[in-house]
């Protein structure tokens, strides 16, 4: 079983800059596809960003290109989402999620994700 636990969520003013960071246990990560996925309220959960287990392959939004980064250190076990130039519009729950699957690329489907996090809330004051 993993555990995925979410942190760094917080009110940030917009432009600014919020650094989320997810941390598994029960299970390495190496080997996981990782997403991050947000859920504003009143609508569907959606895509944000992925990165392949081997981390040379990523996958982002339109609207977050450019802004976000998502990155990995399979030594630790976490997978973090940079978020720059922060729009009020990003506000919204983030929620990362693991793909064991044995195909190294990034998802943007939810359905092809094991396992997620309880998420964290991040907003955006205009």
């Known amino acids: 079983q993993v555990q995925l636990v979410e942190s760094g969520g917080g009110l940030v003013q917009a432009g600014g800059s919020v650094r989320l960071s997810c941390a598994a246990s029960g299970r390495t990560l190496s080997r996981a596809n990782m997403g991050w996925f947000r859920q504003a309220p009143g609508k569907e959960r959606e895509f944000v960003a992925a990165i392949s287990w081997s981390g040379a392959s990523t996958a982002y939004t339109d609207s977050v290109k450019g802004r976000f980064t998502i990155s990995r250190d399979n030594a630790k076990n976490t997978v973090d989402l940079q978020m720059n130039n922060l729009k009020p519009e990003d506000t919204a729950v983030y929620y990362c999620?693991?793909?064991?699957?044995?195909?190294?690329?990034?998802?943007?489907?939810?359905?092809?994700?094991?396992?997620w996090g309880q998420g964290t809330q991040v907003t955006v004051s205009s």
């Open positions: 999620a693991a793909d064991f699957s044995p195909f190294s690329q990034p998802r943007s489907a939810r359905g092809e994700y094991d396992y």
